[in-house]
């Protein structure tokens, strides 16, 4: 099924990162939407260094943002958090890259949902491996917390193409 360029960016122009949420949970075929969405995206030599933890028990969400001080901090936390983490055994130079490519796409598969969500990267590692008890071989790299936005976010001023566009190596015709 191919999406037309105006879907696409209509997507990628209207997803804002949201900190307010209602306290209504997130369906889990939703849940399984955004992991599947993460699943998909690429990642080189398809490394597929990722692992999830999906988080929607309300006293678990309470205590991790103990330990993300001054991002939760500032947050009406939603009903999930979904961590990101790197599986150590699969991990390649290209790593960080591939983690962003998985967050993208939850990201704008919970917007095509209906839902809010934004990216969290602030908070002591050691207190979140301990409070999730992970394995030794995962690193938690990224929250994304979601739910269903309290309120619509306008867009933030963008730079022009023209200003963005370093410079233009192109053939002559």
């Known amino acids: 099924m191919a999406v037309d360029y105006d879907t696409l960016m209509r997507i990628l122009k209207e997803r804002r990162s949201i900190r307010r949420f209602k306290p209504d949970p997130v369906e889990k075929a939703k849940i399984d939407m955004l992991i599947e969405a993460a699943r998909w995206a690429p990642s080189a030599g398809n490394a597929q260094p990722w692992e999830f933890v999906v988080i929607t028990d309300r006293e678990t969400i309470q205590e991790l943002k103990t330990v993300m001080t001054g991002v939760m901090g500032n947050m009406k936390e939603g009903p999930l958090l979904i961590l990101l983490c790197i599986?150590?055994?699969?991990?390649?130079?290209?790593?960080?890259?591939?983690?962003?490519?998985?967050?993208?796409?939850?990201?704008?598969?919970?917007?095509?949902?209906?839902?809010?969500?934004?990216?969290?990267?602030?908070?002591?590692?050691?207190?979140?491996?301990?409070?999730?008890?992970?394995?030794?071989?995962?690193?938690?790299?990224?929250?994304?917390?979601?739910?269903?936005?309290?309120?619509?976010?306008?867009?933030?001023?963008?730079?022009?193409?023209?200003?963005?566009?370093?410079?233009?190596?192109?053939?002559?015709?």
């Open 87 to 173: 599986d150590k055994n699969r991990e390649t130079a290209w790593t960080g890259y591939d983690i962003g490519c998985a967050l993208q796409n939850i990201l704008l598969c919970a917007h095509s949902l209906g839902l809010g969500a934004c990216a969290i990267g602030g908070f002591d590692e050691e207190m979140i491996v301990q409070l999730l008890d992970l394995p030794e071989n995962f690193t938690p790299c990224l929250f994304v917390t979601a739910g269903y936005p309290e309120k619509r976010v306008e867009a933030p001023k963008r730079r022009s193409i023209d200003d963005i566009v370093l410079k233009e190596v192109a053939t002559d015709e």
